[in-house]
């Protein structure tokens, strides 16, 4: 028999899946976990009980969620539902508006900002920018593409066949058009056709092939002429898919009826898309053509011109972009998600993109060496996780990606490039993750729970979810305002200390001891299993080997509290300081140091893991490291 020191120094593999669990020759096994749910992974290697939820508001239903930064003072939260926004600053609503997407389209929308200005697009409803004109002051309006001595600058294009023609009856006044094919729908009322690239609008619709038209710009002649085409953004034809701004031009990819299209405005001119003549400053346009579909689902402005199908990766150089120097490359053949937009996120110089094949988050980064692209899985060591993510985004100060699953999980990726660390964990809630959005500091997320959709936060003074914190003058037992959880049994920390369970009547509760200041809310356990131990020995891997776990030696940071199980069922390990207090007292000690655990009994079953932690009590626990000695048979 052999005694052998286990040393677990950080947990920066993240959750591994169990397809894994014959590779202990890998270094992110050695690091990795079974289990890590609702915990936050540090680039650090500790790993920590995640942050509660704060509650913040009640919301009209499923949605959207969309940061909004003003200036660096002044960050709002946009919550889009069903037809209606809803603007929270600092966790207060400060303004409401009407919008025309119904909570069915909410999931194709994508969005730009540039200053006090959101752009929002979806391909079937007309885009709309979002404007904050003060604090409590926002308006919603659509699209408005330059006008120019009565010609709009929008682009347009010929849907019709190549041979079809266009007749006009005069060059002037209102006229009418004859087509020598079905061309005209009653949706085109109101909108621009070119007739030898000058223009008329639409007023009425007497048939398929017979229109009346206004003249905006005087036409040529009255002949018959192939050179026609129409406004390419309209009720008939489709609206933007998604936009960006690149090198001052504003970047539109792809429309409902021209998915793999792409058009950028003349430079510092955001709405005007006039080709001109082919001038360095004037509009670009062109389609993304190669053998295989590429319906643009996103267009990202990094290093270069980014562009996101549904079957490559493409990248638009030029330096500055010009209608001579723009150059379109390929450069990886993964796809984007079509049935959802997720937006693509900037971390450290990579772009973060959901596959089409919805199982798998890539980065997609330059590379110096080939000059290229690359797009790398981040999720190929935790493919149980990713369940078609329907949104993401990236908390910049504790360096997390959280994604949101169509199952109502939170996945969370610790990314810290330059350390090699990515790892994910698991969020889960009394209820179902809908969208996540950081707004600064704040990360705030939509949730589906029993009483309703609700906006909460991430709050690291909490360790309950949908919560909320009272304080009062003097000691009382009497804590209201809990409407949203009524009739749900909530966890209790009164003046630091875990009292009670108790149970929402009437929108209140009655704790079990008079306190200054109360938390309540709905309990979450975190998790947090080590991966089958991986021993060496003269007969190999140690597969099958009978062993027998120690002494476990937990490295703790600012804990409350450890609850283990190392074979024979949980049990709490005191938390006590030199001279300390235990567990008992009115206001449980925060620890920092080791705590060792002994423990009996052989085992040979394999991927039994030699411990594991589980707690729901709202206290606070960080594991550092761990240290198990083992006494193996071989």
Same mark, same amino acid.
């Given at each position: 028999?052999?005694? /052998?020191?286990?040393?677990?120094?950080?947990?920066?593999?993240?959750?591994?899946?169990?397809?894994?669990?014959?590779?202990?020759?890998?270094?992110?096994?050695?690091?990795?976990?079974?289990?890590? &749910?609702?915990?936050?992974?540090?680039?650090?290697?500790?790993?920590? &009980?995640?942050?509660?939820?704060?509650?913040?508001?009640?919301?009209?239903?499923?949605?959207?969620?969309?940061?909004?930064?003003?200036?660096?003072?002044?960050?709002?939260?946009?919550?889009?539902?069903?037809?209606?926004?809803?603007?929270?600053?600092?966790?207060?609503?400060?303004?409401?508006?009407?919008?025309?997407?119904?909570?069915?389209?909410?999931?194709?929308?994508?969005?730009?900002?540039?200053?006090?200005?959101?752009?929002?697009?979806?391909?079937?409803?007309?885009?709309?920018?979002?404007?904050?004109?003060?604090?409590?002051?926002?308006?919603? $309006?659509?699209?408005?593409?330059?006008?120019?001595?009565?010609?709009?600058?929008?682009?347009?294009?010929?849907?019709?066949?190549?041979?079809?023609?266009?007749?006009?009856?005069?060059?002037?006044?209102?006229?009418? $058009? %004859?087509?020598?094919?079905?061309?005209?729908?009653?949706?085109?009322?109101?909108?621009?056709?070119?007739?030898?690239?000058?223009?008329?609008?639409?007023?009425?619709? %007497?048939?398929?092939?017979?229109?009346?038209?206004?003249?905006?710009?005087?036409? %040529?002649?009255?002949?018959?002429?192939?050179?026609?085409?129409?406004?390419?953004?309209?009720?008939?034809?489709?609206?933007?898919?998604?936009?960006?701004?690149?090198?001052?031009?504003?970047?539109?990819?792809?429309?409902?009826?021209?998915?793999?299209?792409?058009?950028?405005?003349?430079?510092?001119?955001?709405?005007?898309?006039?080709?001109?003549?082919?001038?360095?400053?004037?509009?670009?346009?062109?389609?993304?053509?190669?053998?295989?579909?590429?319906?643009?689902?996103?267009?990202?402005?990094?290093?270069?011109?980014?562009?996101?199908?549904?079957?490559?990766?493409?990248?638009?150089?030029?330096?500055? =972009?010009?209608?001579?120097?723009?150059?379109?490359?390929?450069?990886?053949?993964?796809?984007?998600?079509?049935?959802?937009?997720?937006?693509?996120?900037?971390?450290?110089?990579?772009?973060?993109?959901?596959?089409?094949?919805?199982?798998?988050?890539?980065?997609?980064?330059?590379?110096?060496?080939?000059?290229?692209?690359?797009?790398?899985?981040?999720?190929?060591?935790?493919?149980?996780?990713?369940?078609?993510?329907?949104?993401?985004?990236?908390?910049?100060?504790?360096?997390?990606?959280?994604?949101?699953?169509?199952?109502?999980?939170?996945?969370? =990726?610790?990314?810290?490039?330059?350390?090699?660390?990515?790892?994910?964990?698991?969020?889960?809630?009394?209820?179902?993750?809908?969208?996540?959005?950081?707004?600064?500091?704040?990360?705030?997320?939509?949730?589906?729970?029993?009483?309703?959709?609700?906006?909460?936060?991430?709050?690291?003074?909490?360790?309950?979810?949908?919560?909320?914190?009272?304080?009062?003058?003097?000691?009382?037992?009497?804590?209201?305002?809990?409407?949203?959880?009524?009739?749900?049994?909530?966890?209790?920390?009164?003046?630091?200390?875990?009292?009670?369970?108790?149970?929402?009547?009437?929108?209140?509760?009655?704790?079990?001891?008079?306190?200054?200041?109360?938390?309540?809310?709905?309990?979450?356990?975190?998790?947090?299993?080590?991966?089958?131990?991986?021993?060496?020995?003269?007969?190999?891997?140690?597969?099958?080997?009978?062993?027998? =776990? /120690?002494?476990?030696?937990?490295? $703790?940071?600012?804990?409350?509290?450890?609850?283990?199980?190392?074979?024979?069922?949980?049990?709490?390990?005191?938390?006590?300081?030199?001279?300390?207090?235990?567990? $008992?007292?009115?206001?449980?000690?925060?620890?920092?140091?080791?705590?060792?655990?002994?423990?009996?009994?052989?085992?040979?079953?394999?991927?039994?893991?030699?411990?594991?932690?589980?707690?729901?009590?709202?206290?606070?626990?960080?594991?550092?490291?761990?240290?198990?000695?083992?006494?193996?048979?071989?």
């Amino acid at each position: 028999m052999a005694r /052998i020191n286990l040393i677990k120094t950080n947990f920066n593999g993240g959750e591994i899946g169990s397809d894994l669990y014959g590779r202990g020759d890998l270094r992110a096994y050695e690091n990795g976990a079974a289990k890590l &749910r609702n915990v936050f992974l540090h680039p650090t290697g500790g790993v920590t &009980r995640r942050a509660g939820l704060a509650y913040v508001d009640a919301a009209r239903g499923s949605g959207r969620l969309i940061a909004f930064e003003f200036n660096t003072e002044q960050v709002y939260l946009l919550v889009l539902s069903n037809l209606y926004l809803d603007v929270y600053r600092d966790g207060v609503k400060v303004a409401s508006l009407a919008t025309p997407w119904s909570e069915a389209q909410l999931s194709q929308i994508n969005w730009t900002q540039s200053a006090d200005t959101l752009l929002v697009s979806h391909p079937d409803v007309s885009p709309r920018k979002i404007t904050r004109t003060s604090d409590t002051s926002w308006t919603i $309006l659509e699209w408005e593409f330059l006008i120019e001595t009565d010609a709009l600058r929008q682009p347009f294009h010929k849907f019709g066949g190549t041979d079809v023609t266009l007749t006009a009856s005069a060059t002037t006044g209102s006229i009418t $058009l %004859t087509a020598s094919s079905d061309v005209f729908v009653s949706g085109h009322v109101g909108a621009r056709f070119r007739v030898e690239k000058k223009q008329v609008e639409i007023t009425s619709i %007497t048939s398929a092939t017979v229109a009346v038209a206004l003249v905006k710009e005087t036409l %040529t002649s009255t002949a018959a002429t192939k050179d026609w085409d129409e406004q390419v953004f309209s009720s008939v034809r489709g609206w933007p898919v998604s936009a960006a701004f690149h090198q001052d031009r504003l970047v539109i990819g792809g429309s409902r009826d021209l998915p793999n299209r792409l058009w950028l405005s003349k430079s510092s001119d955001l709405f005007n898309f006039d080709l001109g003549t082919g001038l360095d400053d004037e509009a670009i346009d062109f389609d993304v053509l190669s053998d295989q579909v590429n319906a643009i689902r996103a267009v990202f402005s990094g290093r270069h011109l980014q562009i996101f199908t549904s079957g490559a990766e493409w990248m638009v150089t030029g330096d500055p =972009l010009t209608p001579n120097s723009v150059q379109l490359k390929r450069q990886t053949r993964i796809g984007s998600s079509v049935d959802r937009s997720v937006r693509p996120l900037d971390v450290d110089g990579a772009t973060l993109f959901v596959a089409r094949n919805s199982q798998e988050i890539r980065e997609f980064l330059f590379t110096d060496v080939e000059q290229a692209y690359q797009a790398s899985d981040l999720s190929l060591l935790a493919r149980h996780l990713i369940n078609t993510p329907v949104d993401q985004d990236f908390d910049q100060l504790r360096r997390l990606m959280h994604v949101v699953m169509s199952n109502g999980d939170m996945g969370t =990726l610790t990314l810290y490039r330059a350390e090699q660390v990515t790892a994910w964990t698991l969020q889960q809630t009394a209820g179902s993750f809908l969208s996540v959005a950081v707004a600064d500091s704040d990360v705030y997320v939509l949730v589906s729970r029993a009483g309703g959709v609700f906006v909460e936060k991430f709050d690291d003074t909490l360790a309950t979810d949908s919560a909320l914190k009272g304080t009062s003058g003097v000691e009382t037992d009497a804590w209201s305002g809990l409407d949203h959880l009524e009739g749900e049994t909530l966890k209790v920390r009164a003046d630091g200390s875990v009292q009670a369970d108790r149970v929402v009547t009437g929108g209140a509760i009655t704790i079990e001891s008079p306190a200054l200041n109360v938390e309540a809310g709905l309990a979450f356990t975190h998790e947090i299993e080590p991966l089958p131990p991986a021993i060496k020995s003269a007969r190999g891997a140690g597969q099958g080997m009978a062993m027998r =776990l /120690i002494e476990a030696t937990f490295r $703790l940071r600012d804990s409350s509290m450890l609850r283990v199980d190392t074979g024979k069922g949980f049990s709490e390990v005191p938390m006590k300081t030199v001279g300390g207090a235990g567990l $008992l007292d009115s206001a449980p000690p925060v620890f920092t140091g080791d705590k060792r655990i002994r423990a009996m009994g052989w085992r040979r079953e394999g991927t039994t893991p030699l411990w594991r932690v589980a707690q729901d009590t709202p206290l606070p626990s960080t594991i550092l490291s761990v240290t198990t000695e083992v006494k193996v048979n071989d």
